[in-house]
């Protein structure tokens, strides 16, 4: 490969080659920073070795294929027009290989070989993080005019395709993705368990829903899914109820065998109507917050430190003794702490009723907490105010793009048992004569 030689200084453009591929190299003085540059041009020089490589390995996967006359079938066929990426440290500029099928001229289209980037998708014009950072930059408050201005640092002043029009068509297409996802098919999904939570993200919304109604399902592999999200008040049994019945029209009608969620939704109303045979796993989370609240400020360590020796319990006798000890310590000086805790003692313990593995995913709302973490404390209102529609889809992206990455259910072989309605007690398997699993194999 033959790179251009920083020593030399000609006034035109520097390209790095690699066989019959050319890259654009950062143009002399674009960009103030010497070492962002040097950066730049590294990307650019290994982004073409990259494709090359790519190119290269399909050309080895199909060289068994020759036409009639035994010449190579599948074979290099110049190049794509040169397209820039915009990526995180700015304008990345390609020629990618083109591959030609020879074998099929005038032939059976179907049976044609084509060759299609994984590095470099058809019409792809910015990295997927990129697409990440821009709807969490409006969310903060940047306007669509601002977006070039506030950009620059990262991706250089001349950076191509983001004036105010073209945020505004990725806004366009953002919405457009937010209500394909909301008219899915689910009749071919199932979810064991299920998270709900309302989020209060209170940044730039419309002041009258300033609340997201949330749903995250676990499937029969063990993957977390985004299933439900909506607008809505978080107390109200109504919103609840509309989100869940349209989830059942559009086809998913087995209800999930354990729904996680926070005590004061309406949630659990829409659930009884709705679901009637999903069992209630109250958060632990939100739960001791609660009980918390109704205690002096001295109290609230030991009485937080009471809590865990209940739902950190290895067995749900174990747990009943620890949640009577913590009732006998406080109904006589706090009996609303103590009622607080008392009155959803049974959902409090439905988890001991499912595998031990997946008691660290059960005993809280986490799943949702942590998603929505980098935009569920933004209180600073930019000028000017999302709609509903807007900052749905604007939320939706980010969420779309953080479920690629969410961490799968531990013990996923134990999925299938509870959909057959194998029975689990203290978080092990129980035999059909009733003793445990793990007891009968040790006899």
């Known amino acids: 490969m033959g790179v251009f030689n920083a020593s030399t200084s000609p006034p035109k453009e520097r390209y790095a080659v690699s066989q019959d591929n050319v890259t654009k190299l950062v ?215 509309e989100l869940l019945l349209d989830l059942k029209r559009r086809g998913l009608v087995i209800p999930p065998k354990l729904a996680v969620a926070d005590g004061g939704l309406g949630f659990w109303k829409a659930l009884g109507e709705i679901w009637p045979q999903c069992r209630e796993q109250r958060c632990w989370v939100h739960k001791t917050a609660n009980v918390l609240n109704k205690l002096p400020k001295s109290q609230q360590p030991k009485a937080k430190r009471l809590c865990q020796e209940i739902w950190m319990a290895e067995t749900k006798s174990d747990a009943e003794t620890a949640f009577d000890a913590f009732i006998e310590t406080y109904t006589l000086k706090y009996e609303k702490a103590a009622t607080c805790l008392a009155k959803d003692r049974d959902p409090l313990l439905a988890f001991y009723d499912f595998p031990a593995e997946h008691w660290v995913h059960l005993r809280t709302t986490n799943p949702i907490e942590s998603t929505f973490a980098t935009v569920r404390h933004r209180t600073v209102r930019a000028k000017g105010c999302l709609s509903n529609k807007t900052a749905l889809a604007m939320v939706f992206k980010l969420v779309d793009g953080a479920q690629k990455t969410w961490r799968r259910l531990n013990g996923p072989a134990q999925l299938p048992k509870i959909i057959r309605g194998v029975k689990f007690s203290d978080g092990l398997e129980v035999a059909a004569d009733g003793q445990h699993q793990a007891q009968t194999a040790a006899a």
């Not at 070989?113 to 792809?124: D, H």
């Not at 919304?205 to 809505?232: H, N, S, Y």
């Open 27 to 241: 143009q002399p003085g674009s960009f103030s920073d010497p070492l962002t540059d040097v950066l730049r041009q590294g990307a650019r020089t290994l982004l073409a070795q990259a494709v090359e490589a790519e190119v290269a390995a399909f050309l080895g996967k199909h060289e068994d294929l020759k036409t009639e006359d035994g010449h190579q079938r599948v074979v290099r066929h110049g190049h794509l027009p040169e397209r820039e990426i915009m990526t995180g440290i700015g304008p990345v500029a390609v020629r990618q290989p083109r591959v030609r099928d020879r074998g099929t001229a005038g032939g059976d289209e179907v049976s044609r070989v084509r060759f299609t980037s994984a590095i470099l998708p058809p019409y792809a014009r910015r990295t997927k993080s990129l697409e990440v950072l821009l709807p969490i930059l409006y969310l903060k408050g940047i306007s669509t005019g601002d977006f070039a201005e506030a950009l620059a640092a990262l991706l250089g002043p001349d950076a191509p395709g983001l004036s105010a029009s073209t945020i505004g068509r990725l806004k366009e297409t953002w919405s457009d993705e937010h209500a394909r996802w909301r008219k899915r098919d689910l009749s071919a999904r199932r979810y064991v368990y299920v998270w709900a939570d309302g989020i209060y993200l209170q940044a730039r919304l419309e002041d009258e829903k300033q609340c997201i109604l949330v749903i995250i399902g676990a499937t029969p592999e063990g993957r977390k899914e985004l299933v439900g999200f909506t607008d809505g008040v978080r107390e109200s049994a109504h919103d609840w109820r």
